[in-house]
Structure formats: C-alpha cells, structure tokens
C-alpha cells in the first residue's frame, strides 16, 4: 500500500511540474509567433492597421456629419410640419370665422326679409281691408240705386196699369153706351117698321 501511495504521489508531482512547464513553453511559442509574423508581415500590418484607422476615422467623420445632416434635417421638417399645423390651424379659423360671418349675415337677412314680409302682409292686409270696405260700400250704394230704380219703375208701370185700366174702364163704358145707343136704333128702326106695316 505505502509503494502504491508513493508511486501516485510521484505521478502526481510529475503531472504538476509538466503542467507547470507547459504554461511558459506556450508562451515561448506565442512569441515566436508574433516575431515570425512580425519579421513575414510586420510592414503589411502596419500597413493595413493604419489604413483601417484611417477608414474608422473617415466613418466616424461622415457618420458625425452624416448625423448633424439628419438632426438639421429633422429639425427643418419639424420646423416646417409646425408651420404647416400653424397655418392649417390659421387656415380653420378663418374658415370658422368666415362660416360664423356668413351664418350671422344669412341670418340678419333672413330676419329683414321677415320683417320686411310681416311689414308687407300687414300694408297688403289693410289695403284688402280698405278695398273690402270701398267693394261693400260701393255695393250698398248700388243697393239703394237699384232699389230706388226698382220702386221708381214700380210706381211707373203701377201708374201705367192704372191709366190704361181706366182707359179700358173709359172704353167699356162707351161699349154699353154706343150698344144702348145701337139698341135705341135698333128699337126705333123696328118699331118704324111695325108702323108702317099696320099703315099699309
């Protein structure tokens, strides 16, 4: 047991100082990787590096203006969508005003045209009344000649029967009198021949 413990203990210490060991020899490697490839491409690095610094800067530059360009931009169009909610907001109060102006005038017209009409039918209704008064006016009067007329005629043709009445009564009487008379003749004419019969 104790050869048993003693050999795992020399493996161990041997594991421990190769993994100790392994540590600088890789690093000893890096080294001489960086020197190879600085001795192979050094020049070219730099190289490259410098022109990749450029780049970055010349991004970095374009980006900055390039975000100055669209903040000034931005603040254009900000400025310019303002002045346009200005002017829209301007633009519907005007129109709002000009609404209200036209309604306050349509309005004020409608009310003269009213008044101007009730005036209107009130003259119109006075002057029917006034020509209603004259038209009954006119019609009595018409009345009254016409009734004066009616009983003028009416005393006239009463007046009229009445003479010709007499003048038919007047001609009646002269009737019996001429036929009284004719019956005297006739009474002399017949009594002259029933004396002259009894003569002969």
């Known amino acids: 047991m104790k050869n048993s413990n003693k050999t795992k203990k020399k493996e161990a210490s041997k594991s421990q100082s190769s993994d100790n060991s392994e540590p600088g020899i890789e690093m000893a490697d890096a080294g001489n990787m960086d020197k190879i490839r600085d001795i192979l491409f050094g020049n070219q690095a730099r190289d490259y590096e410098k022109r990749f610094t450029k ?7 374009e980006t900055a ?12 169009l900000e400025g310019y969508v303002k002045q346009e909610l200005r002017d829209i907001k301007q633009r519907i109060s005007n129109d709002s005003k000009d609404r209200n102006d036209a309604e306050k005038s349509i309005y004020n ?19 029917l009344a006034k ?8 019609i009595l009067e018409q009345s009254k000649v016409l009734s004066e007329d009616i009983l003028t005629k009416h005393d006239h043709t009463a007046n009229t029967l009445r003479q010709t009445a007499q003048e038919l009564d007047d ?5 019996s009198d001429l036929s009284g008379f004719l019956l005297e003749i006739a009474m002399r004419l017949s009594g002259d021949d029933s004396n002259s019969s009894q003569g002969n």
Request: proline share 0%.
């Open 65 to 76: 203006e390039l975000k100055q360009e669209i903040l000034k931009r931005l603040d254009s």
């Open 171 to 175: 001609a009646k009487v002269n009737r």
């Open 131 to 138: 020509k209603s008064s004259e038209l009954r006016e006119q």
């Open 55 to 61: 780049m970055e800067n010349r991004v970095a530059q």
């Open 109 to 127: 017209e409608m009310e003269t045209n009213f008044d101007k009409l009730t005036k209107k039918i009130v003259i119109e209704e006075e002057n």
